[in-house]
């Protein structure tokens, strides 16, 4: 299993352009995580899906700010129009949704915003 | 949400034995401790979890207080590869509903070789 795959692994982009970070879930994983790390705020979730479902979309800072998941294979999560404040590490996780497992993260992406 | 308490950062030397500690004095009879670590540069790792009774894998083992305020992340022989953040976190058992992973400010840990 090549586990969560994320691409790109580093994003520059300059302010007001569209950044599209992507995520390849493990195979079977009903559960989708997308978060986001800086030194100032630490981890933090964003959204996540059930089954292809946005569930909870309390974390995302503002309306640039989108996610989808058309399938169960792949997931996007869309910043537009973008600004340095937005600079940080994306990460997307996956999981079984039960208790008893873990979530599995990818590499992440790390953005910086001119 | 429980919250969970940890020291912001620990050292160790190589080849002993360590012991994180996290303080969940608020937790519930439901909460499940879960332990993740990040090391550098790559994204957090599933590390252990447990309920009531202490657990072991090939990663760590993990002492639950008998009554559940605290608990102890042991890794028996660390290595210049445990360098990492180590997370506590509670996770509501009935709560399936809701499957979201609160990540605190965690332990840094650093290696002395």
């Known amino acids: 299993d090549a586990g969560v795959i994320q691409s790109p692994r580093h994003e520059v982009t300059e302010m007001g352009q569209e950044v599209t970070l992507r995520c390849k879930p493990i195979s079977g994983h009903d559960y989708l995580f997308w978060y986001r790390q800086t030194m100032m705020r630490g981890l933090e979730l964003l959204i996540y899906f059930n089954n292809n479902v946005p569930i909870d979309d309390s974390g995302m800072p503002e309306d640039r700010f989108s996610a989808k998941m058309p399938n169960a294979s792949f997931s996007t999560l869309k910043i537009q129009p973008s600004e340095p404040r937005d600079s940080a590490v994306y990460f997307c996780?996956?999981?079984?949704?039960?208790?008893?497992?873990?979530?599995?993260f990818g590499s992440g992406t790390r953005l910086t915003v001119v | 949400d429980a919250k969970t308490t940890q020291p912001n950062s620990m050292e160790s030397n190589e080849e002993e034995p360590v012991h994180l500690p996290c303080n969940h004095s608020t937790i519930s009879g439901t909460d499940y401790i879960h332990w993740y670590r990040q090391l550098p540069s790559q994204g957090p790792e599933y590390v252990i979890h447990?309920?009531?009774s202490n657990v072991n894998n090939r990663m760590a083992s993990l002492a639950i207080a008998e009554d559940r305020k605290s608990s102890t992340l042991i890794l028996h022989r660390a290595t210049l590869r445990d360098a990492a953040v180590y997370y506590c976190?509670?996770?509501?058992?009935?709560?399936?509903?809701?499957?979201?992973?609160?990540f605190g400010t965690g332990t840094r840990l650093t290696i002395i070789p």
């Open positions: 976190i509670l996770r509501d058992g009935p709560n399936f509903g809701n499957e979201k992973l609160t």
């Open positions: 996780a996956s999981s079984l949704g039960r208790l008893t497992f873990g979530y599995t």
């Open positions: 447990g309920l009531t």
